[in-house]
């Protein structure tokens, strides 16, 4: 199934073309054939006999559009299975295909320990079970339309360039943040909304970044997506339940702010930050002297986003978030260095097993 808006198109010639193209491209088996058609390369022949100026620069404009949609449509018939291929075990260190005695030997299972944020993982999932959420996990390759159009960001919407992703040369997205899995999330869970029940899910996950990183910042980061969706939700549930759940994980009372931000998937949006442990608030190298350090952003889910996952946002609303694992924890244990994770360093390690 192809996730894509048709574009509309004002001169009527084109227009027509793009309807014959498109009913066209539903019947080929080779997909990238809809680029060589004849209909396109006499749009682009008919833009030359057009006198210069501005019909002619509106024709080449919107000729030049149908030939992006079209491509578009080629793209994503390349990563609209992507849920349905059969996943690659990228864990095993080494070919598969090696015989047995060719491998390398690994160190017995009692001489490791689990990585801290797997533990902590644990312990935060264990708390949203305990809140009524399931858990579903994300997934580590994704595509435009999850990771932008499901989440209302327009077509060359300049908000699509704050999320700086990996692409490969298919078109897949190495995901920037869990958010890419509401729509399937908001799909799967929608019948619990016809018996009565709310959507109470979170998304552990992997994401990554082109990132400069730094004390704070990491390439590739883990997130925590929660979505929760029902009749009469507001922004109120959405600071309860993330409080709730942040002093359960620290044991205590926190300090918690909250400003009005923009992520065009909630409106409205927030930035939320507890304060900086380091320092007390006073301001630190860790905070960058804010006192503050930023943990998640969140909202309500943007109307948008309910209808294009076939929720009526006329009859519910809910709430989103996504948190920071890694500085989450980073407040926890006092860790200075979000890069500590990820080094490998034994020292580091060790003090968590
Ligand atoms: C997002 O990723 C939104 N998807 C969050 C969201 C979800 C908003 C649902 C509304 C509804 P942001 O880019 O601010 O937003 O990242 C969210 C959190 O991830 C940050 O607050 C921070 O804790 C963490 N984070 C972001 N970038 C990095 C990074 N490079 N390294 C470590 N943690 C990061």
Redesign the pocket.
Known sequence: MLYLQAMEYKDPEIAKVAKTLRDKYKKLEDKRAILRTPEIGALYERIKTLPAGKVRAEFGREVNELKAELEQLVRKSRTSNIEHRTSIDVTAPFDVNTPLDERPQLLTADQGSRHPLTAEQEIILDIFSRMGFTAVESLELDDDYHMFGSLNFPPDHPARDDYDSFVTDEGLIAPA?T?TMQNRVLKQYKSNLESDQPIAVVIPGRTF?N?DVDT???HT?Y?L?GIYVDKGIHAGHLMATLKAFLEEYYEKQIEIKTQPFY?P??EP?FEFAISCPFCGRAGCQICKQTGWI??????LIHPNVLKEAGVDPAQYTGF?????T??LVMMKYGIED?RHFQSGNLKFLRQFS
């Not at 989103?320 to 920071?324: C, D, S």
């Open positions: 943040h958010s970044r990132e704070t910042h990491e980061l997130q997506e992520f998937f909630t949006s930023e943990l998640l952003g969140c909202g989103a978030w996504g948190l920071g890694m500085r979000i």
